[in-house]
Structure formats: structure tokens, C-alpha cells
């Protein structure tokens, strides 16, 4: 942010955040310069995220025990990340894209509703895929399921 404050009315942040306030009237230069910068200072490596996985699981491991045992973990954000976990070669079932533009993509596998936001990859029915994700509940008509956020997949065929 130091090298475009010239068109900054302040800003400041940390290593993991940063916030900042532009002038109306400086917002197309800023943004350009910003894009120099930028273009100049971030290795195209450093913008790929490596996922920590916490642990691999099995299907059967998914269950109201586990996410009671999760529970008692919380409360998750900085300093203490919401658990990855990892199962290989899980059979999806019932893909369905949802939301108003169908960016997200809905499916299931041996009984657990997971959710993929934001997935523009096609989801293959019937094919078995690694699933990289974490758990939660989900409440929704007064009733609680067990839900999949899906954070990768790999297609294994």
C-alpha cells in the first residue's frame, strides 16, 4: 500500500489484512498503479495455496459423534483454522447446480450432502473423486444435517 500512498486517504492492516480509503477522484490511478505494483512484486507462485489437510477420513468416520467431538474445538478463525479433512475415491451422487446463477454445485456422497460454492468444474456423476473439505451443520426446514463444504476434488475416474 506504501508505494501507491500518494493516492490513499489512509489505510494500514496487518500481514493478513489490510483496509484502505481512496479518494473518488483518484481511484482510476490508484488502481493502475496498484496493477504495476503488483505485476512487479507477486511471484505467480506465491498466489497458489497450498491446502493442510488435518487428517484422511472414511465415510463412516463422518458422523454426530464426530461432529460433537468438533464442537468442542470451536470457535474456529485466526489462530485456529477450521479442520480439513481428506477422503479418496468417493462415488458422487445427485449433482445439481444451485443457486441463482448456478455457480454453486450441490451432490452427495454415501449419505453426506455436500456443497461446492463458487465450482465451475463439472461434477460427473458416478464418478469417484478425492474430496478435499470441512464439516458442519446444517439447519434448514428444522432440520440438522451433516454438510460438506467442498474446498478441491480431483476426478480419480
Known sequence: MASCSEYLVSYGGHAKAAGLKVATKHFVAFSEKLLTVAEKEIDIKDTKKDILIDAEINEANISDEMMDFL??????????????????????????????????????????????????????????????????????????????????????G
Open 71 to 156: 464442537t468442542l474445538m470451536e470457535p474456529f478463525g485466526y489462530g485456529n483454522r477450521t479442520p480439513i479433512f481428506l477422503i479418496k475415491k468417493a462415488t458422487i451422487r445427485n449433482v445439481a447446480k444451485v443457486g441463482n446463477d448456478g455457480r454453486h454445485q450441490k451432490f452427495n456422497f454415501s449419505g453426506i450432502e455436500a456443497i461446492a460454492f463458487n465450482e465451475l468444474r463439472e461434477l460427473k456423476e458416478e464418478n469417484r473423486y478425492d474430496l478435499v473439505f470441512s464439516l458442519r451443520y446444517n439447519y434448514w426446514n428444522n432440520r440438522k444435517k451433516i454438510e460438506a463444504r467442498i474446498i478441491d476434488f480431483k476426478c480419480r
